[in-house]
């Protein structure tokens, strides 16, 4: 390496520790999506602020060096004269791809792994999946809530298996809580998307699909649907989930218990096939 | 300047760009021409396909003003009159002759709905429809209108008219309809016309609701009534101005 070389190297190498420095120490103050209401979630969001810092340098370097090229790298004159060709060099190709794939598969293990926990930090091996009519909330039995969610066009209801299977048209939940949520749907494809919450899974008619979260904050959540179904798609949306105290939840179920006395709802199921599928024709 | 780029072995050379000469086709002219045409014809076609499908939209009915109590009935702000038909062919209250789809089921006359804020609206739905029944029997409840109830006047088994105030329908099946307003949280089930009812009959529904503040509510009907296609949920349940529409609260 010569002198204009090792010049140029230094400079772009003490340019960018310095800005990816910067860029790091700004990206630990930026609070990320979505949020800390359940564990889940903010795993999730730990997980960005990770991918986040990890990018920075990775960013940093490349506008750097693309920056540092066109300005400092600018042919001069007025003539055009045709550039050096390029040739390979082994040993930059060689470390380009392992600091990547070192990168990529560190990031995949840490995602597997947050995947993983999601699931298994949730102990549900008392979970009832049959109608109990018992209120396990507040007892000492680890708080599982089963709540499922009914995918329809175009609105999400939701039962409380652990509750009679009493139906409502607004999520509910119990603060410090481990949920199990089933979602299906009555005619096609739906997905609920409970954002603030972290998690999202699809609603097909006949299968129970199961996802888990812990509840960790009170406060309110928006529901969507993240599936074109139809042309009120868009509007398949609730502002009104809310996680709620232990005792402000045991007093809304209690109600609501109360309001569906007199429905006539289908036994609680994993799935419901109701008639008609198909009217007139 | 190359020795700068440390990442370049220097070497002395220069390019040589490579001269094409593509021979032209006599007829290329004529031929462009043609594509051009094609393309632009097609276009056209397919943005006045889209503008004509953006620009339909079903006509704003504004409610009758304030109206005292009658009967049994309280004051209210606005009243709207609908009627819920099996096709469209066959409406008694409100026919709509140039209807596009007149077999179709739908609300009537229209489907855009203008209130005032913050007050009782009143509703009254003439129901000629036979019942479809609900795919989710949650829905056969009334809810989020003011007593809890809703009043209708039908037919029994025998085809003798009935009149009461009831909170849910008696069966889920028996729903042909629902006037459903999610973010208002109201929904009230319209039961089917018994089949022993004379012909021409209807059953009609009345309910109360309150609006809060202004805004562009949606409303839908919650039973898949879309006679023929896949699921019951096709056609009218997918085309404004039939099954579902808007609630301008002004």
Known sequence: MNGPSRIHTLRLLVAWAVLSVIGIVIALFIRLPPGDQSRQAGDESSLLQLMLILSVPVFVGVCLFILYAAFVFRQQGKGLVDGPPSYGNFRIQVAWVAVTAVVVFFLAGVGIAGLNGAAQATNFSTSRLATSGTAPVGSSAGHQVQVQVIGQQWYFTYRYADYGGAESLHLVLPVDANIEIHVTSTDILHSFWAYELGIKADANPGVDNIIYVTTMHTGSFTVRCAELCGIWHGNMFDTSGKVVSQDEFATWIAQLQKDNADLKLPPYAPAYFPSPRVKGA | ?250
């Not at chain 2, 088994?157 to 069966?171: C, E, H, M, V, W």
């Not at chain 2, 503040?213 to 056609?235: D, E, H, L, M, S």
Request: aromatic content about 12%.
């Open chain 2, 1 to 250: 300047m190359r020795k700068y780029l440390f990442i370049y072995k220097p070497t002395p050379g220069c390019y040589v760009r490579n001269k094409v000469e593509a021979q032209r086709s006599p007829n290329v002219g004529r031929r462009l021409v043609v594509v051009l045409l094609g393309a632009a014809a097609l276009i056209a076609l397919v943005a006045g396909f889209i503008t004509g499908f953006a620009l339909k939209f079903p006509p704003t009915l504004t409610a009758s003003p304030a109206r005292l109590a009658q009967g049994n009935q309280p004051a209210q702000n606005a009243f709207i009159h609908l009627e819920t038909v099996a096709s469209v062919d066959t409406a008694i209250t409100f026919p709509r002759p140039d209807d596009p789809h007149p077999s179709w089921v739908s609300y009537l006359p229209t489907t855009t709905f203008k209130v005032p804020a913050n007050s009782v609206v009143t509703m009254q739905i003439d129901q000629e429809d036979t019942p479809s029944g609900l795919r989710n029997p949650f829905w056969a409840n009334a809810q989020g209108i003011i007593g809890g109830k809703f009043h209708m006047t039908y037919f029994d088994d025998k085809g003798n008219p009935q009149a009461g105030d009831f909170s849910a329908l008696d069966d889920p099946a028996n729903a042909a309809h629902t006037f459903g307003i999610p973010d208002l949280g109201v929904f009230v089930p319209l039961e089917g016309l018994n089949a022993a009812a004379p012909p021409g009959s209807m059953n009609v529904i009345t309910f109360s609701f309150r609006t809060g503040k202004p805004g562009i509510y949606r409303w839908q009907c919650f039973v898949p009534c879309g006679a023929g296609t896949i699921y019951g949920n096709g056609g009218p349940m997918q085309t404004l101005g039939y099954m579902s529409g808007f609630l301008v609260v002004q």
